[in-house]
């Protein structure tokens, strides 16, 4: 009876035949997205690529089928040779940083890689021509479901569509919802490229719109202006702020010298934003990418400073583009991408050999999840590996090592320095789940920072104010605020006093969250109590 069903006239051989390159194609298509896709994401992009594929093969017309194929089969097959090439030569995905580098080669040097990397050409060209194959050999289907294929993948694409806008609109912003919904397809290494060329876009558009101020300068005492960017540093972990264990040793013994801020609060909870609008004329409101262009270093560049931009997190990427576009105008500039923060020690020290009144941006990566990968296991003080608290303690103490290493290269210059973090973080419930960024509506810890102004000994002047401000304050303003650091004044904006700029929002304090909903910070839930045995910092001001 078996041999009789396969037999070339029953057809079931016939049809296995025609079938066969649309089996390959899948089998291969799951072998490749294996090494490199988790499970579910594979199962999406096949839920796409094999309803393609029967509804390529049901028009009629060979030469508008394969014309129809060839931009979907082409990409498909560079897809999957570009993911076989990553994980065979580097054991990873496809990522970022390999789609930045097919964009910035040259023709020549793309075409000598082409020859170094052949067999990944002729897989691709094999990839291709059996995906053909599977078109023009796969039997048509009867007339009544020739569009089911076409059907299966229309919903497929909806739901992911759907999925996407509903992601943006709920939890975040930030990414593009393209992007989210590229990763289901079998494209999904357009990700690396799309998001390059947002970035290359972005970075270019801040850079390249410089305002001309009319501003007016006038000196302040201070040669060297030092601003240190923190990365999601809580002040509820800081002795400095009533905390009680001793994670601000360096920081605590500079106190007289400094303005402490108690309670400092980040315009956004994550980098991208919470950044820009520290050091741009970008409002929570009002975050169009053109106010980013009007940031505290063109402003220093035009009031005669020389402005330095080093920074421990990466050029690109989706929360780096519109930091990187500021950052882009600094006279000297430098991504160190170190295992540590120290690794700005070196351009730091640099920086400071040279003469004149300078501008100096240090861009850390501070306590970002996961903390226990910011700090050296000798710069270890608090003992228990794993646990988050100590962890993050530990990357909490690190930063403050850092600082105290630059205060003693700033005590003998005429020299002063801004700290805050970017934003807070809040915790995850349960002692063991650590600590994560504030998303839709966090709570108040995910905005709440440390930030203090620091002047050397040789700064003898009273411009600085030295004690504490004790009112709500957005780092927003920090833009303004560096400003009227540095002595420059700039007419288009209401000329306030520096005790003015400091007191003048105490009351309106409002932040945006991942999904662009601004809130006034004061009506925001507080953080739940941490659990049994851990202390947090005091109430009361320092």
């Not at 052949?118 to 009544?144: D, S």
């Not at 509506?441 to 504490?468: C, D, H, I, N, Y």
Request: aromatic content about 10%; overall charge positive.
């Amino acid at each position: 009876m078996l041999n009789e069903l396969l037999t070339p006239k029953s057809g079931v051989w016939l049809i296995l035949l025609r079938l066969s390159p649309l089996l390959a194609t899948g089998v291969l298509y799951l072998c490749v997205g294996a090494l490199t896709t988790r499970p579910h994401k594979l199962l999406h992009q096949m839920l796409v690529m094999v309803p393609l594929l029967l509804a390529l093969a049901q028009v009629n017309h060979p030469l508008l089928r394969n014309l129809l194929a060839l931009a979907p089969v082409l990409l498909i097959a560079a897809d999957m040779s570009l993911s076989l090439f990553s994980w065979l030569e580097y054991r990873g995905r496809f990522s970022y940083g390999f789609a930045l580098s097919v964009l910035e080669t040259q023709r020549r040097e793309a075409v000598g890689m082409l020859t170094v990397y052949r067999r990944y050409v002729l897989f691709f060209i094999a990839v291709a021509a059996i995906m053909f194959a599977a078109i023009n050999l796969a039997p048509r289907l009867p007339a009544r479901l020739n569009t089911l294929p076409l059907i299966i993948m229309s919903a497929a694409l909806g739901i992911y569509t759907l999925q996407a806008v509903a992601h943006q609109w709920r939890k975040n912003n930030i990414s593009d919802p393209l992007q989210r919904v590229v990763s289901n397809l079998p494209v999904s290494n357009l990700n690396p490229f799309l998001q390059a060329l947002r970035d290359k876009r972005m970075i270019a558009s801040v850079s390249r719109r410089v305002p001309v101020y009319d501003l007016m300068r006038h000196d302040t005492g201070i040669d060297t202006y030092v601003v240190v960017i923190g990365e999601s540093a809580r002040p509820a972990n800081m002795h400095l702020y009533g905390y009680s264990r001793p994670t601000t040793p360096a920081a605590g013994k500079e106190r007289p010298n400094m303005l402490l801020f108690t309670h400092a609060i980040s315009g956004a909870p994550v980098t991208a934003t919470a950044v820009p609008l520290a050091l741009s004329a970008a409002t929570v409101t009002d975050m169009n990418v053109h106010h980013y262009a009007d940031n505290v270093i063109n402003i220093a560049n035009q009031a005669g400073f020389e402005t330095h931009w080093y920074s421990n997190q990466g050029m690109y990427g989706d929360y780096s583009n519109a930091i990187t576009g500021i950052a882009m105008n600094a006279h000297f500039r430098q991504w160190v991408n170190g295992r540590y923060d120290d690794a700005l020690l070196a351009p730091l020290d640099l920086a400071l050999q040279r003469p004149g009144k300078k501008l100096i941006v240090l861009h850390l990566y501070g306590s970002h999840p996961p903390a226990g990968e910011r700090y050296p296991e000798e710069e270890r003080y608090f003992p228990e590996p794993g646990d988050p608290d100590d962890s993050y303690d530990n990357a909490i103490r690190f930063t403050d090592t850092l600082l105290g290493q630059i205060f003693s290269r700033l005590r003998q210059k005429r020299a002063s320095l801004l700290y805050f973090s970017d934003h807070g973080l809040e915790r995850v419930s349960g002692k063991k789940n650590g600590w994560r960024h504030g998303g839709a509506k966090p709570t108040q810890a995910a905005f709440q920072v440390p930030m203090f102004l620091w002047r050397s000994p040789q700064v003898t002047s009273g411009w600085l104010p030295e004690g504490t401000v004790s009112a709500p304050y957005s780092t927003v303003d920090n833009n303004a605020l560096i400003s009227q650091w540095m002595g420059i004044t700039l007419r288009h904006r209401p000329p306030l006093t520096f005790t003015q700029l400091l007191e003048r929002r105490n009351t309106e304090v409002c932040v945006v969250d991942t999904t662009g909903e601004v809130y006034r910070w004061a009506e925001l839930r507080a953080e739940a109590p941490p659990p049994p045995g851990i202390t947090t910092a005091a109430e009361s001001t320092p």
